[in-house]
T-cell receptor
Framework: EAGVAQSPRYKIIEKRQSVAFWCNPISGHATLYWYQQILGQGPKLLIQFQNNGVVDDSQLPKDRFSAERLKGVDSTLKIQPAKLEDSAVYLC???????????FGAGTRLSVL | AQTVTQSQPEMSVQEAETVTLSCTYDTSESDYYLFWYKQPPSRQMILVIRQEAYKQQNATENRFSVNFQKAAKSFSLKISDSQLGDAAMYFCAYRSRKLTFGKGITLSVRP
C-alpha cells in the first residue's frame, strides 16, 4: 500500500513570495490533515478535511494560508505572502473513517529568507 | 484545551539497554486515544504504539510498551533492547476530536 505522498521535499523562498505544497493521501482515506511543525516543536494542526469539506480550520492563518481538496483526494496548501515565521516543516496526514490512526507523509521543509 | 507535556528534551541510552520516555497530558474527557510517534531525520512521523483510554491493559508492540496511568494522566513509553535505529525524536500525542502533540524528546542510542 502506497503511503502519503508530498511534494516538494524542500522549498526556499524569499519573504512576501507565494508557495504551494501538494499532498496525495493513502488511497481510500477520506480524512486529510495539514500540520505545521516549527523546529523544536510538535506538529500543530492547520486544517482537517473530510472528503472535500473542511472539518476544522480554526488554527489556519486565513489571511495568508489557504487549502483546498476539490475532488476529495489530493490537496494543496498555499501561503501568500510568506513571512519569516512560516519557516517550518509542513506535514500532510490521512486517515480512514473507521480507524483512528493518522499516517503521515515525509513533509515539505520550507525556508523563508 | 488538551495539553501534552514531555518534560525531558533529550535522553540517551546504551544499545541493548532499556529506556523510558515520559509523557503527561491534561484533559477533562474520558474517551480518547494516546499515541507515541517516532520521527527520524527523514521527517516522516511513524506510529510506534497506540492506547485506547477505555482499555486498562497496557499496549505492547514488540520491544515497545507503554505504562498508561489514566488517573495520573501519564503515558510513558518503554523501549527494551534499544537498537541504533531507535535513535529519533519521539512525540507523545493525545486525540479526542483532534490530534495534539507534545514538544518531543530526542533519543540517542550509544553503540
Amino acid at each position: 500500500e502506497a503511503g502519503v505522498a508530498q511534494s516538494p521535499r524542500y522549498k526556499i523562498i524569499e519573504k512576501r513570495q507565494s508557495v504551494a505544497f501538494w499532498c496525495n493521501p493513502i488511497s481510500g482515506h477520506a480524512t486529510l490533515y495539514w500540520y505545521q511543525q516549527i523546529l523544536g516543536q510538535g506538529p500543530k494542526l492547520l486544517i482537517q478535511f473530510q472528503n472535500n469539506g473542511v472539518v476544522d480550520d480554526s488554527q489556519l492563518p486565513k489571511d495568508r494560508f489557504s487549502a483546498e481538496r476539490l475532488k476529495g483526494v489530493d490537496s494543496t496548501l498555499k501561503i501568500q505572502p510568506a513571512k519569516l515565521e512560516d519557516s517550518a516543516v509542513y506535514l500532510c496526514a490521512s486517515s480512514s473513517i473507521r480507524k483512528n490512526i493518522q499516517y503521515f507523509g515525509a513533509g515539505t521543509r520550507l525556508s523563508v529568507l | 484545551a488538551q495539553t501534552v507535556t514531555q518534560s525531558q528534551p533529550e535522553m540517551s541510552v546504551q544499545e541493548a539497554e532499556t529506556v523510558t520516555l515520559s509523557c503527561t497530558y491534561d484533559t477533562s474527557e474520558s474517551d480518547y486515544y494516546l499515541f507515541w510517534y517516532k520521527q527520524p531525520p527523514s521527517r516522516q512521523m511513524i506510529l510506534v504504539i497506540r492506547q485506547e483510554a477505555y482499555k486498562q491493559q497496557n499496549a505492547t508492540e514488540n520491544r515497545f510498551s507503554v505504562n498508561f496511568q489514566k488517573a495520573a494522566k501519564s503515558f510513558s513509553l518503554k523501549i527494551s533492547d534499544s537498537q541504533l535505529g531507535d535513535a529519533a525524536m519521539y512525540f507523545c500525542a493525545y486525540r479526542s476530536r483532534k490530534l495534539t502533540f507534545g514538544k518531543g524528546i530526542t533519543l540517542s542510542v550509544r553503540p
